[in-house]
T-cell receptor, first 113, second 112 residues
Framework: GENVEQHPSTLSVQEGDSAVIKCTYS??????FPWYKQELGKGPQLIID?????GEKKDQRIAVTLNKTAKHFSLHITETQPEDSAVYFC????????????FGKGTRLHILP | NAGVTQTPKFRVLKTGQSMTLLCAQD?????MYWYRQDPGMGLRLIHY???????AKGEVPDGYNVSRLKKQNFLLGLESAAPSQTSVYFC???????????FGSGTRLTVV
C-alpha cells in the first residue's frame, strides 16, 4: 500500500521568510496530493491540492510542486505570517479508485516574531 | 451550512465503559471516515464507509465498531474502553473520487 513520508517534523521560520515542507510517496499510481492545515484545537482543513497531470499549483502565498519521477511533492509558503503557525499534513491517494487518502505524520510550523 | 459535526467534543471514560461518538455531515457526501490522532503518529484511519449501509476497516480498527445506517451519520463505538484508546478522534467526509476531505472539529477522549 501507499506510504507517505513527511519532513521535517518541526520547522521554525522567521516571520516574512519562506517555509518548505517536503513529502515522498511510494505508490507510483497515486495521482492526487492534498495538503491540510491543522490549527490548535481544530480539525485539519484542506488548503491546496494538486493532481498528477500538473507540476505546480499556486494560491496566493502557498504553492505546491510535484515531481512524479522522483515521487515527491512539496509545500511552499512565502512571506510567512503568524497565522501560518500550525501543523501541516501532506497526503496521497489514487483518486480514480476508491482508495483512501494516506497522510504523512505532519509538520509543526512555528513562525517566529 | 454546518459541514461535519462531531459530538461530544470532550469525554472522560473509565476503563471498560462503552460509548458512541456521533458524526453528522450535511454535504450529501458518500464517503465518511473515522481517524484517531496521537502525538507523533499523525492521522490513522480506524474505519470508513463508502456509502449508506457499508463499512470497512482501516489501519487501526481493533477495539472499535462503526455503523452507517443513514447517509449523513457515521457512528464510532467503543464497546470496552482501554487507556490505549485515549486520543483525539476526527470524523471526515468526502465525495469519494472527487477530492479532499472535510473534517470535523474532533472529540478528545480520555480513558482512565
Amino acid at each position: 500500500g501507499e506510504n507517505v513520508e513527511q519532513h521535517p517534523s518541526t520547522l521554525s521560520v522567521q516571520e516574512g521568510d519562506s517555509a518548505v515542507i517536503k513529502c515522498t510517496y511510494s505508490d507510483s499510481a497515486s495521482n492526487y496530493f492534498p495538503w491540510y492545515k491543522q490549527e490548535l484545537g481544530k480539525g485539519p482543513q484542506l488548503i491546496i491540492d494538486i493532481r498528477s497531470n500538473v507540476g505546480e499549483k499556486k494560491d496566493q502565498r502557498i504553492a505546491v510542486t510535484l515531481n512524479k519521477t522522483a515521487k515527491h511533492f512539496s509545500l511552499h509558503i512565502t512571506e510567512t505570517q503568524p497565522e501560518d503557525s500550525a501543523v501541516y499534513f501532506c497526503a496521497a491517494s489514487r483518486l480514480n479508485r476508491d482508495d483512501k487518502i494516506i497522510f504523512g505524520k505532519g509538520t509543526r510550523l512555528h513562525i517566529l516574531p | 451550512n454546518a459541514g461535519v459535526t462531531q459530538t461530544p467534543k470532550f469525554r472522560v471514560l473509565k476503563t471498560g465503559q462503552s460509548m458512541t461518538l456521533l458524526c453528522a455531515q450535511d454535504m450529501n457526501h458518500e464517503y465518511m471516515y473515522w481517524y484517531r490522532q496521537d502525538p507523533g503518529m499523525g492521522l490513522r484511519l480506524i474505519h470508513y464507509s463508502v456509502g449508506e449501509g457499508t463499512t470497512a476497516k482501516g489501519e487501526v480498527p481493533d477495539g472499535y465498531n462503526v455503523s452507517r445506517l443513514k447517509k449523513q451519520n457515521f457512528l464510532l463505538g467503543l464497546e470496552s474502553a482501554a487507556p490505549s484508546q485515549t486520543s483525539v478522534y476526527f470524523c471526515a467526509s468526502s465525495y469519494g473520487q472527487i477530492g479532499g476531505y472535510t473534517f470535523g472539529s474532533g472529540t478528545r477522549l480520555t480513558v482512565v
